[in-house]
């Protein structure tokens, strides 16, 4: 649909379209008027007040953008209405901007909505010397709770088994995963923050689960596009206003968590990120600049907690969609499991190595999936020349990733769903230099260690368990792999079978 269709469904009032067209009318031509001594990259021309919007579906804007690069390279020029931004497309420009100049490429754009909802504290969508700050102890404090280690491992098999005793539940009838997978995998996640797991119809962590994947929607509708396009008309699109109620709620639900755990702090007993936190605040306390505030423990464990739940939970849900689509893939991988895991055991990390093809299909899931289709905008920390052109300092920049997972120079049948694509002549795993499903260099997921291990345990441990069919009367040819687009790309809704399998039967 195009742009005008879009902001006319939604400004029924004459007046108020013209409103809305003379401030964003201004906005878009004092921005224009300023000259710059920078060269930029060519793109489509914009237009007065909607800039190159008439070319983009706002539905789809990682379509739209794939099509120009098409015509017009791997850097160019795009106007969201009055806003500028560099898109960078396939692997080798992003690798050269992302890790060869990290530095310049490594700032977080001025995103209007996560402005309006952070005020740039946290992890994701912070700056400068408290994002740097926020990061480290990030990092440090993951794997200190066990990312990467046998302790997390243990966690996530715990969980697993949860899971399992889920599916077996349910007898092999029809499920919708979407509930169920978000819940097993945000609990690893809360097992690190808060030190603590939530049972599957606990209504609070279901309302929470909710929120989260309501605002994943929302992030990516056409409506919350445009208040970023143009935020000081803000006022006359909703969707930002659910999104900041949906937050207010999770933050609610956090402040209360925060103050248990400071009435229960104990520093010879740390029981997750929040406690590391707090002592971190406590020996701090006497620094007038110290980025240990209660700001940053808020949005800090907020971006770890939505983060955790929603991206990880997705990919699951992808693959077990696509076993359906390709039962032959799903028997090989469980044939691979059979010879290598002993009866009655489920995988572990050690097991990987020794499964190539179940980990090619696990990558080949995030690749063909493409849950983050234009990563998270970037921005640059200063004016840089880089391949001719001269780009501001501070102007966004998108990593178009769905370019890298589906560029042709390093993937011989892109748009396929094809596990061959992690695979030597031999059957053994190779790995692939464009394959960066996490993004690269300065502002790489945090949690990619932890997602890694998650990925593995679910996915081979549900299929050691189970065999997924569609629901009685669908056959494979009916499922839809047309993805339902948010900030994620999520499967549309569909309904699983988990057929329990004889040699699995007494798994533990």
Not at 133 to 160: H, P, S
Not at 467 to 483: E, H, I
Request: hydrophobic share 40%; net charge positive; aromatic share 10%.
């Amino acid at each position: 649909m195009a742009v005008l269709d879009i902001v006319l469904q939604w400004l029924s009032s004459g007046s108020l379209l013209c409103l809305a067209g003379g401030l964003a009318a201004f906005l878009y031509f004092l921005t224009s008027a300023k000259r710059s001594i920078c060269r930029l990259p060519p793109g489509p021309p914009p237009l007065p007040l909607i800039g190159n919007l008439n070319v983009v579906d706002l539905r789809k804007p990682f379509q739209s953008l794939m099509e120009l690069s098409e015509k017009y390279g791997n850097i160019f020029t795009v106007h969201f209405g009055p806003r500028k931004a560099v898109v960078l497309a396939g692997y080798e420009t992003i690798k050269e901007a992302l890790l060869t100049h990290a530095e310049e490429f490594g700032g977080r754009a001025e995103i209007p909505i996560f402005q309006k909802i952070t005020k740039g504290n946290g992890i994701g969508f912070s700056h400068g010397e408290s994002w740097k700050t926020m990061r480290k102890f990030t990092l440090f404090t993951l794997r200190n709770f066990g990312v990467g280690k046998k302790t997390i491992e243990l966690r996530i098999l715990e969980e697993l088994n949860c899971l399992i005793k889920y599916f077996e539940s349910r007898r092999g009838m029809p499920s919708d995963t979407k509930v169920i997978l978000n819940s097993a995998v945000s609990n690893v996640i809360c097992s690190i923050l808060f030190g603590e797991r939530f049972e599957y119809n606990d209504p609070v962590f279901l309302t929470l689960l909710k929120l989260i994947n309501e605002n994943t929607k929302l992030l990516g509708s056409p409506m919350v596009l445009l208040y970023n396009f143009y935020p000081s008309i803000g006022f006359l699109f909703g969707a930002p206003r659910t999104v900041q109620r949906n937050v207010d709620e999770l933050n609610t639900f956090l402040q209360k968590l925060f103050q248990e755990h400071k009435q229960e702090f104990n520093e010879n007993n740390l029981t997750g990120f929040v406690d590391a936190f707090l002592m971190k605040q406590q020996q701090e306390s006497r620094n007038p600049r110290t980025y240990f505030h209660n700001e940053n423990l808020l949005f800090s464990t907020l971006d770890l907690f939505a983060a955790g739940t929603e991206t990880t939970s997705t990919t699951v849900r992808w693959g077990l969609l696509l076993m359906m689509k390709y039962p032959e893939i799903q028997r090989r991988i469980q044939e691979e499991i059979n010879k290598v895991i002993e009866p009655g055991q489920l995988p572990t990390l050690e097991d990987r190595k020794k499964m190539p093809y179940t980990d090619a299909v696990i990558h080949e899931i995030q690749r063909f999936a493409n849950i983050v289709p234009m990563s998270v905008s970037r921005s640059t920390s200063r004016n840089v020349n880089f391949r001719g052109y001269v780009i501001p300092k501070g102007i966004e920049v998108i990593p178009l990733l769905t370019s890298v997972l589906n560029d042709k120079l390093h993937w011989e049948t892109p748009d396929q769903f094809n596990p061959s694509h992690f695979l030597d002549s031999d059957g053994n795993f190779i790995r692939k230099e464009a394959f960066i499903p996490f993004s690269i260099g300065r502002r790489a997921c945090v949690g990619e260690g932890l997602a890694k291990m998650e990925l593995f345990l679910f996915f081979a441990g549900l299929l050691r368990k189970f065999t997924f069919q569609p629901p009685p009367g669908m056959s494979k040819s009916d499922l839809d792999l047309t993805a339902d687009v948010g900030f994620t790309l999520t499967p549309m809704p569909h309904l699983v079978c988990a057929i329990p399998n004889e040699s699995s039967k007494h798994v533990q």
